[in-house]
């Protein structure tokens, strides 16, 4: 019955991999988020689609690519993997039109040596 | 630009006692706030969520306000126990979308 869930959860590899990191939220919201927090504990949006459709892009390398195939599911792919990309990654969901509360899920921690 | 800061960074004291964390922002148009808390190595736990409109929100040992004139919001930990030990988070939303966050602040609470 988890609410908002990743795999994996721990991901190590080397740089110039590509590697994906999937989401899935059982919740029924239409919002979904992808976020990253560096080794200073601090969370910074990366992006945000609402019913599939992208409405949040931060400056994010476009080595970094979401794909919503369904409301309930927002992956991420990362492309050429750096060692700057080491960090925990957390997918969240809300519905915007309720309360707009987040709900997160456990995160992925990567690390690219 | 939204900027949001929680101060102390990091606060210990003695469990049993009543605490309060901080959290300030600069532009006082929010949407809402949220506070989390974050275990080490784990997700994060919403605490509470003050709408706009609202002042306070309340559950168990916690209470959150919201001043928004002052750009400031409150957590209340009333009878703190080792089990609190976390860091809190406060997450200020720009929109109904997106959430500006705050540093945090590591809470050890001594048995």
């Known amino acids: 019955d988890t609410a908002v869930s990743q795999t994996p959860k721990y991901l190590v590899t080397q740089m110039g991999n590509d590697k994906s990191i999937k989401c899935e939220q059982n919740?029924?919201?239409?919002?979904m988020y992808w976020y990253k927090q560096d080794s200073k504990k601090f969370l910074k949006i990366m992006f945000s689609?609402?019913?599939?459709?992208?409405?949040i892009n931060e400056t994010v390398p476009n080595r970094f690519s979401p794909k919503s195939p369904d409301k309930a599911h927002l992956n991420l792919h990362i492309n050429s993997l750096e060692l700057g990309d080491s960090a925990v990654y957390f997918c969240a969901s809300s519905q915007p039109d309720r309360s707009g509360e987040q709900y997160f899920g456990p995160g992925t921690r990567l690390t690219v040596t | 630009k939204q900027e949001v800061t929680q101060i102390p960074a990091a606060l210990s004291v003695p469990e049993g006692e009543n605490l309060v964390l901080n959290c300030s922002f600069t532009d006082s148009a929010i949407y809402n706030l949220q506070w989390f808390r974050q275990d080490p190595g784990k997700g994060l736990t919403s605490l509470l969520l003050i709408q706009s409109s609202q002042r306070e929100q309340t559950s168990g040992r916690l209470n959150a306000s919201l001043d928004k004139s002052s750009g400031r919001s409150t957590l209340y930990i009333a009878a703190s126990q080792p089990g609190d030990s976390a860091t809190y988070l406060c997450a200020v939303g720009k929109s109904n979308y997106q959430l500006i966050w705050g540093a945090g602040t590591k809470l050890i609470i001594k048995p």
């Open positions: 689609y609402n019913n599939k459709e992208l409405i």
């Open positions: 919740l029924g919201h239409d919002t």
